[in-house]
């Protein structure tokens, strides 16, 4: 799966993304890019550590629910679908500073959630409070479910069929 359209119907390569299954090769690079990305949130709630970062991640890592993002080629993150509880888990869902808002991240959640609609499954996931990913998933019908002083925990029913 790709995107990127340049409005003139060509693609650039920069602007290319993909989605590809996760290989166990890719647990450090995407153990890295967490590190990177939460460590703002982190250190905000006060709760930044270098080691467990990225330990969390290596410690939950699945490949089989892992989705690599690549754009131009090149790993630009990953998000990881797991079933759990009668509903889709969203976790683990981090972009690269240097592709987040272009849009990325909307089409690849909407990827997810439209698998979520065709089965007819709601999609759970945890937040960091503050966390402007909070807006992202608010846009995208997610809904506060319970919160503490560091997670917010957010459901999406699945969507109608033919919405």
């Known amino acids: 799966m790709s995107s990127g359209d340049s409005g003139d119907g060509a693609q650039r390569p920069e602007e290319q993304w993909a989605l590809r299954p996760a290989a166990a090769a890719d647990v450090e690079p995407i153990a890295d890019l967490r590190a990177v990305v939460m460590r703002p949130d982190l250190e905000r709630l006060g709760r930044y550590d270098e080691h467990r970062v990225r330990q969390r991640f290596r410690d939950s890592f699945d490949p089989r629910h892992t989705t690599v993002i690549t754009v131009g080629g090149e790993l630009a993150g990953s998000v990881t679908v797991r079933p759990a509880d009668a509903r889709l888990w969203l976790e683990h869902f981090y972009l690269a500073p240097h592709v987040q808002g272009r849009g990325l991240g909307s089409a690849v959640l909407r ?25 992202l998933y608010e846009r995208h019908g997610f809904v506060v479910d319970a919160q503490d002083p560091v997670d917010v925990f957010m459901t999406r029913p699945p969507a109608a069929a033919g919405r």
Do not use: K
């Not at 997810?112 to 990913?133: F, H, K």
């Open 111 to 135: 990827s997810v959630l439209d698998r979520a609609d065709a089965e007819g499954t709601a999609v759970g996931l945890n937040v960091l409070q503050g966390s402007p990913a909070r807006r």
